[in-house]
């Protein structure tokens, strides 16, 4: 069965960074693009940014310049490098991940950025 299991996550003043690793378990042929989409309290869950199995990448514009997206295909992992955070960057982060063909989800890992 796959898995994704986020971690990384954390309290942290405004301006700080934090990194998110997210590694895909379980028995699978391939895949391919993987992302990082968060949730704040009371709004709904957006995209943050995504990569493809190339390296492609694309990210929300209120992350441009601060977030960096990256994917270890060896470790089957994706990573989100977070500067510069702010408090309006304070949700729930989620990795997901098309495994041979279907998208799965990690259970979340919060983030808290402070003033």
């Known amino acids: 069965q796959v898995q994704l299991v986020e971690s990384g996550g954390g309290l942290v003043q405004a301006g700080g960074s934090l990194r998110l690793s997210c590694p895909v378990s379980?028995?699978?042929?391939?895949?391919?693009?993987m992302g990082w989409y968060r949730q704040a309290p009371g709004k709904q869950r957006e995209l943050v940014a995504t990569?493809?199995?190339?390296?492609?990448?694309n990210y929300d514009d209120s992350v441009k310049g601060r977030f960096t997206i990256s994917r270890d295909n060896a470790k089957s992992t994706v990573y989100l490098q977070m500067n510069s955070l702010k408090p309006e960057d304070t949700a729930v982060y989620y990795c997901?991940?098309?495994?041979?063909?279907?998208?799965?989800w990690g259970q979340g890992t919060q983030v808290t950025v402070s003033s």
């Open positions: 990569i493809s199995r190339g390296g492609f990448t």
């Open positions: 997901n991940a098309w495994v041979t063909s279907k998208l799965y």
């Open positions: 379980g028995s699978f042929l391939s895949i391919d693009t």
